[in-house]
């Protein structure tokens, strides 16, 4: 069993949709958790992290963990197609490196 | 405040030659950690430094592969004898601390072995 799992997408939606996005992770004992969205070709540009069991919202993006399950989503709301990207879960296990999901592709049609 | 710097952007090898990859973590952040994304592929962990100090590198390759973060100037990703599979792009991340931190990633370094 891979340590973070991510679908892979492609995840097509409508410009104004929310868009969904799943990661589930192995290790009982991970710390924090982390979404980057990557441009084709571009460096991960952090977009949320969070800690606790529940929701956290910044913006449009609301991250949601779930200890018990070892499950984190990401929520895009209104989604824009300049959201079009690769959305990677990562996951801090032990000491300060982390752990990425294959990373699911968005798509935000117009 | 300048954020991760690594350099060159692009790189370009022939099979043998070496290949040194440099990063400047941000102001302020003695945590610095690589990554290496292979074509089509997930973002890898290979090694975390601390000044002077390698932490973990239970993601580098055995062999050709080693780092280090020096008191003073960059760290540095050195790749000895490269071949073809180590074209790639490697990312530089650096943090503040070690635990409920984020970690901010540089524009990264395409390595093209030919």
């Known amino acids: 069993q891979k340590e973070v799992e991510q679908n892979s997408g492609p995840l097509s939606v409508p410009e104004g949709a929310i868009a969904s996005l799943n990661c589930t992770y192995s290790d009982r004992g991970s710390q924090s958790f982390f979404w980057y969205r990557q441009y084709s070709g571009k460096s991960p540009e952090l977009i949320m992290f969070i800690y606790s069991n529940g929701d956290k919202e910044d913006g449009r993006f609301t991250a949601q963990l779930n200890k018990a399950s070892q499950y984190v989503s990401l929520l895009i709301r209104d989604s824009q197609p300049s959201d079009s990207a690769t959305y990677l879960c990562a996951v801090n296990i032990q000491g300060g490196k982390l752990i990425f999901g294959q990373g699911t592709e968005l798509s935000v049609k117009p | 405040n300048a954020g991760v710097m690594q350099n060159p952007r692009h790189l370009v090898r022939r099979r043998g030659q070496e290949a040194r990859l440099r990063c400047s973590p941000m102001k302020g952040h003695s945590h610095v950690y690589w990554y290496r994304q292979l074509p089509e592929e997930g973002l890898k962990f290979m090694v975390y430094?601390?000044?002077?100090?390698?932490?973990?590198e239970s993601g580098m390759p055995k062999e050709r592969f080693s780092a280090e973060f020096p008191k003073e100037g960059p760290s540095i990703l050195r790749i000895q004898q490269v071949v073809r599979g180590d074209s790639a792009a490697y990312f530089c991340?650096?943090?503040?601390?070690?635990?409920?931190?984020?970690?901010?990633f540089g524009q990264g370094t395409r390595l093209t072995v030919v």
């Open positions: 991340a650096s943090s503040p601390r070690i635990r409920d931190t984020e970690a901010f």
């Open positions: 430094l601390q000044k002077e100090n390698i932490i973990d």
